[in-house]
């Protein structure tokens, strides 16, 4: 493995660290490109090596996140233990059943997703109060165990999943929504990081520089969000759903 390699991955963690911690979908940045770049190495491993740069840029844009936007910390925290667990168990059922029937429904899904932001101009642009106490605390406590099970079983488009779950279920704008995702979706990347060293997947020379890289744009990447607001949000959130639909539908009907 050579520098020029290293340097090339943690060029596109820089970038997907940045798309990442505006609205996720930075899996479809990071994991082609490390798959492309070293494919004389397994599969599980690689997917395996870019969970210590996910956990790093989620950790950073939860932080940059928090300091700026109030989160309902009472049930996120709760939600966060509930999505961890869930993703151990969804990387675990990953390593005794195949996961490929998740493209077709996740990428139905997803058209869905795309066509009714694309005509609701205003979803997500404020925050909704129409959402009992009671309805918030169940309803993320469901979201951090549907949407946590999916991260570890299948994982693309988990941070727009957790998103979208928080405008439509909770009631928040895109802002406060994206405060949320990146909290759960740190709690699920570590559970994802520890399955994965506990099974020896890791390339760590490789993780480590990428996870810097990774971290270095989750920070610019919040950054921006927060000083850009809902607006800017929502277009990086349509053309993230476009383009995992594009690699949904590539993988399908290659």
């Not at 950790?59 to 910390?73: C, E, K, N, P, T």
């Not at 966060?80 to 993703?87: K, L, Y």
């Not at 488009?157 to 740190?186: C, E, R």
């Not at 000083?227 to 990086?236: A, E, T």
């Amino acid at each position: 493995m050579d520098y020029s390699t290293i340097l090339t991955l943690c060029g596109f963690s820089f970038l997907a660290g940045f798309v990442d911690a505006i609205i996720g979908g930075g899996g479809l940045i990071q994991t082609p490109a490390i798959l492309f770049s070293l494919p004389q190495y397994p599969v599980p491993t690689l997917i395996g090596s870019t969970k210590i740069p996910s956990l790093c840029g989620s950790l950073m844009g939860a932080f940059q996140y928090s300091r700026r936007v109030a989160v309902i910390g009472k049930f996120i925290g709760p939600m966060m233990v509930i999505a961890f667990g869930a993703s151990w168990l969804g990387s675990w059922t990953l390593t005794r059943v195949p996961n490929s029937f998740m493209k077709p429904f996740a990428l139905a899904i997803l058209i869905a997703v795309f066509l009714y932001t694309l005509t609701k101009k205003e979803f997500g642009q404020v925050v909704s109060q129409q959402v009992s106490a009671r309805q918030q605390r169940l309803r993320m406590w469901g979201m951090g165990a549907g949407i946590g099970f999916y991260d570890g079983f299948f994982g693309p488009g988990t941070g727009s999943f957790l998103v979208l779950g928080f405008i439509a279920l909770i009631g928040f704008d895109f802002l406060k929504a994206s405060a949320h995702a990146k909290l759960v979706n740190a709690s699920t990347n570590l559970a994802s990081t520890l399955f994965f060293m506990s099974e020896g997947k890791i390339l760590y020379a490789v993780a480590f520089p990428m996870a810097v890289a990774n971290l270095s744009g989750a920070f610019l990447g919040a950054r921006l969000a927060i000083l850009k607001g809902n607006q800017f949000i929502r277009v990086f959130f349509l053309l993230i759903i476009t383009a995992t639909i594009v690699r949904f539908g590539w993988d399908l009907f290659d």
